[in-house]
């Protein structure tokens, strides 16, 4: 333990000695503004008020236009607008909702959640008769006739 | 709301209102609205015969009220936020839309010739 603490005194002694080394002259003051207001003396600013007819060419110029769309067809089958590349909004809504009745009596047949049984579920219109390869499935009654658009086989 | 009332400035009614359906902005289903509208009205009580008969003569927009609120960003600054309005007006027309024959260069220059030439010295012998 003595030989540690003697090798610590000795090795950090500075190779230069005496008044060669100064501290360095600590600037007490800051070299950034104090205020948030002084900094902007050095951001961009417009020198001149653009002109209404300046703003007019930039607002009004082609490529800030809107262009007309040219892929608006009418839906073969109900008649209301659609674009090409997207399914027709009212054919979707229609289904949609028949669905929606669809998977509440789902949900009222099996009572909780995750209780779904591990078959495949056939939905039957009125005055429809389970076939034979409906034998194991598990059946929705729906007490409506058959829209046209849900075919059965 | 500008940008849509200059789209549709011209336009058949039909081809109006399909293509403020599949607009993604906020005032293409006002416009949209306001033109179904019009259409009603025009057939119920302004004696037109067919509602696919109409263009759209007219469409600008304009300035309404605007509600003046604080909007606080960083360092206790504050900006004051516009609630921004606006009107909406447009005229139908029964018929079919006018079409804008294109002014060539030439056209123009037949105009500017044409104007140079109708000067006169007005108050001389």
């Not at chain 1, 109900?78 to 949900?107: D, M, P, W």
């Not at chain 2, 009603?40 to 605007?66: I, P, R, T």
Request: proline share 5%; with cysteine; net charge positive.
């Amino acid at each position: 333990v003595s030989y540690l603490l003697f090798m610590c005194a000795v090795v950090p002694a500075l190779a230069v000695q005496g008044p060669g080394i100064f501290p360095q002259p600590h600037r007490n003051e800051e070299t950034e503004e104090h205020s948030f207001l002084d900094s902007i003396f050095w951001m961009a600013a417009p020198k001149k008020r653009r002109t209404i007819e300046i703003n007019r060419c930039r607002r009004r110029n082609p490529q800030k236009l809107i262009e007309t769309k040219t892929n608006i067809e009418p839906c073969s089958e109900c008649g209301n607008l659609k674009q090409k590349h997207v399914l027709c909004s009212f054919c979707y809504e229609k289904v949609r909702r028949e669905t929606a009745i669809i998977r509440g009596q789902i949900q009222a047949q099996e009572g909780k959640p995750l209780n779904n049984p591990a078959v495949e579920t056939v939905v039957l219109y009125e005055g429809e008769k389970p076939a034979d390869a409906d034998a194991g499935k598990r059946i929705v009654e729906r007490k409506r006739p058959r829209p046209s658009w849900f075919t059965q086989y | 709301m500008w940008y849509l009332a200059k789209m549709i400035r011209g336009m058949t009614i039909e081809q109006a209102i399909a293509q403020l359906e599949f607009n993604d902005k906020k005032g293409a289903a006002i416009i949209k609205e306001v033109l179904l509208e019009a259409q009603e009205m025009a057939v119920k009580s302004h004696n037109v015969e067919y509602k696919s008969n109409l263009y759209v003569a007219e469409s600008f927009s304009g300035k309404g009220q605007y509600l003046k609120r604080i909007r606080i960003h960083g360092r206790g600054m504050f900006g004051i936020m516009d609630k921004v309005y606006c009107h909406y007006f447009v005229k139908l027309v029964e018929g079919v839309p006018p079409t804008e024959k294109p002014r060539t260069g030439f056209d123009q220059a037949k105009e500017y010739v044409q104007q140079l030439r109708n000067r006169t010295i007005i108050h001389s012998l």
